[in-house]
């Protein structure tokens, strides 16, 4: 069974920097696109980030151009989001996740196969 397992949120002061990672289990990720989407309290699950297989990444907000990038390490089975100049209004609950068409990045939180349960960031001071 497809399992994805988020890591490394927390509490951090605006300007500061977290990695979350993104690990696969019961599957390889090489051959799938994943993708970074975040629930602030009160609104909808946006797409932030997407990395296809072949290393392609597909942006989803404006708000974190600049400070944020995806990656992963296909050795570790693991995908990555390293989030730079936190603000407050990046607080939420961060979740990676395989579209339905695993091949192909998707923005879009109806159209996911696999969520992980998320972890928590919350940027305050």
């Known amino acids: 069974q497809l399992q994805l397992v988020e890591s490394g949120g927390g509490l951090v002061q605006p300007g500061g920097s977290l990695r979350l990672s993104c690990a696969a289990s019961g599957f390889t990720l090489d051959y799938y696109a994943v993708g970074w989407f975040r629930q602030a309290p009160g609104k909808e699950r946006e797409g932030v980030y997407c990395i296809t297989s072949s290393g392609g990444i597909l942006n989803y907000a404006d708000s974190v151009k600049g400070r944020f990038t995806i990656s992963r390490d296909n050795a570790k089975n693991t995908v990555y989001l390293q989030m730079n100049g936190l603000k407050p209004e990046d607080t939420g609950v961060y979740y990676c996740?395989?579209?339905?068409?695993?091949?192909?990045?998707?923005?879009?939180?109806?159209?996911?196969?696999?969520w992980g349960r998320g972890t928590q960031v919350t940027v305050s001071s």
């Open positions: 996740a395989v579209p339905k068409d695993p091949y192909y990045c998707s923005g879009d939180a109806s159209y996911i196969q696999t």
